[in-house]
């Protein structure tokens, strides 16, 4: 069994001090597939997303997050970032002042050795790549990180930040969210560009629509902490034609003691 | 009275200074030799100031000054508003030293005693220096050792000298506009300046000359108590252009120390003038500076000032808009770090019609630092059309530092159009993450928010020296992440 993969396990978790949110969710999304994380609000979803990149607000009671089988539970968040894994955040934060290119040249160079720093060409090139893929304009890099940027900009920007970094797993937290068909089309058609065999990802969505653009290798469903049911790129039309409550039923019935 | 004058004066061996304070009878020469040292005995009384007024080989309308300022200061006293500055006893304080050095103008690199560059390459100057050295002035200890003028400027009839020689060679300009921007009777550590003052740039940009390299004169402060009372006097002709830049870094001592400074500056008609100033004075010093400008018809003046390190900081850059159409600007930058109490901001007086000013102030507090933005925009009576906008932003970096506004704002002209904005901000533990999720360190993503929030005024600065200030930001930041 290949060790590359993202591997939770049991992870169990809360906010500081509260109710416990995540009631041992188990999931792998092996290196080169994208899986769908779906379920309701307040199902756990982000709260998954953010524990897996370290927010520091929650506190993780037990279990385990493993990149290629090495745990990365002690590590801070950066640290998790320099082993390979990102999250494009539901609700990206505006850092006044720093562009995006200056930005996205430290979090490289925060990569690699200290004598070992990107070139500026190598580094605009590669930018400028992204941002094509993106359909962006080119003065967007000198633009200050989401300061006064629209909901959808934001959400191009996280999806730019990746295909710069070229994470080894990306979580992407409703990336979809607030998105008119254009802009997810561009955004899928980012995702898409970095897929690829040495790429994994877990994509956080409420609906189906996104699935359209991103096809998944494998659907996941949340509910109350855990994930409830795993199935093909299938099980999500069904779930957006039958509803989440079809789901839980045929979870309680098939529960159900014989 | 000579005697006197000189009793501790012609010494030449470097440990030199390990005798000043003994009682000891010295014969003397009044040949000076090249290669001497002199420091005045501790305290502020009229005996110092002839001693510094004879050392310099001052006019004596210079001597005369100096002593009526004593008595204004002492008239006078100390503010009783503003930080704490209780700790500053002039009793300790050698408020002159000259340097063993030779005096006067070095006129390359290789003059510069190895010494003082080695304190430049620690501070980490040089690269940025060598590029631009043929423009400038440096002030070690008290004087001026190293200045060079760039032959064009020469040519051009600019003069950037230490403002010493600018009195010795200038002296009917010098005369003319001397102490008339702040006059010893301005305010208390203006009075001391004036009484004991040294060193500093003097510069005379003809009317209609374009100086496009900046002037720039760093200046060390690296001996134990010594008061820095340079003096910068900017005569800036109408339809001249002209960015001074001062920068000066201090390393650390054991006792408290005291600059205060007073820069005067005479934009005139149409001209455009910038100063810029990043200081890091060591975390003992007071800093107590005056700097006014007086602009005149449609002239346009700006002050950058950075301020960094020092115990206490009070500093206001002004700008005075005597003429119809002047333009003033101020952008300034704090930060308050452990102990520290930066007291700094504006004051822009709208003394003409269609006058405009923007102020443009960001602070930043960490643990038991504590800054302040201090500030005046005054319109007067008939400054018709004026208009002024200030806006003073603070960034808070933990719990315990602390930030006060004070802005006044004393309005006597109908038509002015004044606008004023505050905010304070703490460090927000969600951009954190968030940079911290794209691979930076704690400490990187703090210092990078930090570099963020002083960006609308690092932006104005030098390539070199936004670059400096990173570096300094980075420094002060160390040991923040909890």
Not at chain 1, 59 to 86: K, V, W
Not at chain 1, 166 to 186: F, N, Q, R
Request: glycine share 8%; proline share 4%.
């Amino acid at each position: 069994m290949s060790e590359n993969r993202l591997e939770i396990r049991n992870l169990h978790a809360r906010i500081e001090g509260g109710a416990e949110i995540l009631k041992g969710v188990d999931l792998v999304v092996p290196a080169g597939e994208v899986h769908a994380l779906m379920g309701q609000n307040g199902s756990g979803k982000s709260t998954l997303a953010k524990v897996m990149a370290g927010d520091p607000s929650y506190e993780i009671t037990e279990g385990d997050i493993l990149i290629d089988g090495q745990s990365i539970l002690e590590m801070e968040p950066d640290e998790r970032a320099r082993e390979g894994l990102y999250l494009a955040f539901q609700y990206p934060v505006e850092v006044p002042g720093v562009s995006i290119a200056n930005f996205l040249r430290l979090a490289l160079n925060a990569r690699r050795e200290e004598d070992d720093e990107i070139g500026v060409m190598e580094f605009y090139e590669k930018l400028q790549r992204a941002v094509k893929e993106l359909n962006w304009d080119d003065s967007i890099i000198e633009r200050n990180l989401h300061e006064g940027f629209s909901g959808g900009e934001k959400k191009r920007s996280e999806i730019l930040q990746l295909l710069v970094l070229e994470p080894k797993y990306a979580i992407l937290d409703e990336t979809d969210s607030g998105l008119d068909v254009d802009a997810l089309k561009v955004v899928s058609q980012g995702v898409n560009a970095a897929r690829g065999e040495n790429f994994g990802a877990l994509v956080i969505t409420h609906y189906q629509r996104l699935l359209n653009y991103i096809v998944p290798d494998k659907v996941h469903v949340m509910s109350e902490g855990r994930i409830i049911k795993t199935g093909e790129k299938e099980l999500a039309m069904e779930l957006d034609g039958k509803g989440y409550d079809w789901i839980k039923g045929e979870i309680a019935s098939s529960a159900a003691p014989a | 009275m000579k005697e006197d004058l000189v009793a501790d004066a012609p010494m030449q061996h470097p440990d030199a200074d390990k005798l000043v304070g003994m009682e000891h009878e010295k014969q003397y020469d009044f040949q000076l030799p090249e290669n001497y040292f002199y420091r005045s005995e501790k305290g502020l009384d009229a005996r110092v100031i002839e001693k510094i007024s004879y050392f310099k080989g001052e006019p004596q309308w210079m001597l005369d000054f100096r002593l009526k300022a004593l008595e204004i200061a002492e008239k006078k006293g100390p503010p009783k508003w503003g930080p704490d500055l209780s700790g500053l006893n002039f009793e300790d304080i050698y408020f002159y030293i000259r340097p063993q050095e030779k005096q006067g103008t070095s006129k390359s690199w290789d003059d510069i005693p190895e010494e003082v560059r080695e304190t430049y390459r620690r501070l980490g100057i040089p690269e940025a220096e060598q590029k631009v050295l043929a423009g400038v002035g440096a002030q070690y200890e008290s004087e001026m050792v190293y200045h060079n003028l760039k032959e064009e400027w020469e040519k051009q009839g600019v003069i950037f000298l230490d403002t010493d020689t600018g009195l010795k060679e200038h002296p009917e300009i010098f005369k003319e506009y001397f102490a008339t921007v702040v006059p010893p009777e301005d305010n208390y550590y203006a009075a001391v300046n004036s009484a004991v003052w040294s060193g500093g740039s003097f510069v005379y940009v003809p009317a209609g000359v374009d100086v496009d390299v900046p002037l720039q004169a760093y200046f060390l402060l690296n001996a134990q108590q010594i008061g820095q009372f340079e003096r910068t006097l900017i005569i800036v002709e109408p339809g001249a252009k002209a960015h001074y830049i001062e920068g000066c870094t201090a390393p650390t001592y054991d006792s408290d120390s005291f600059h205060s400074g007073v820069i005067e500056i005479i934009a005139k008609e149409n001209s455009n003038v910038r100063y810029s100033t990043i200081q890091n004075w060591s975390h003992n010093v007071y800093n107590l500076v005056t700097q006014r400008a007086m602009v005149y018809d449609n002239a346009s003046m700006g002050w950058l000032d950075g301020n960094l390190g020092s115990k206490v900081t009070m500093k206001y850059p002004s700008c005075y808009l005597v003429g119809n159409g002047a333009h003033g600007e101020v952008l300034s930058i704090a930060f308050a770090g452990d102990g520290q109490h930066q007291d700094a901001g504006a004051k822009v007086i709208h003394a003409a019609p269609n006058t405009t000013s923007s102020v443009v102030s960001k602070s930043i507090s960490k643990g038991s630092g504590t800054s302040s933005y201090r500030g005046l925009v005054q319109i007067h009576e008939g400054a018709t059309n004026a208009k002024s906008n200030v806006e003073c932003d603070a960034l808070l970096l933990d719990e315990t530092s602390k930030t006060n506004t004070y802005p006044y704002i004393e309005i006597n002209e109908k038509t002015a159009h004044v606008g004023h904005e505050a905010t304070v901000s703490k460090l927000n533990e969600e951009q954190i993450f968030y940079l911290q999720s794209r691979g930076l360190a704690e400490d990187e993503a703090m210092a990078l928010i930090v570099r963020g929030f002083l960006e609308p005024v690092a932006k104005e600065l030098p390539l070199e020296y936004a670059v400096e200030l990173n570096r300094l930001i980075e420094l002060e930041m160390e040991g923040s992440v909890g």
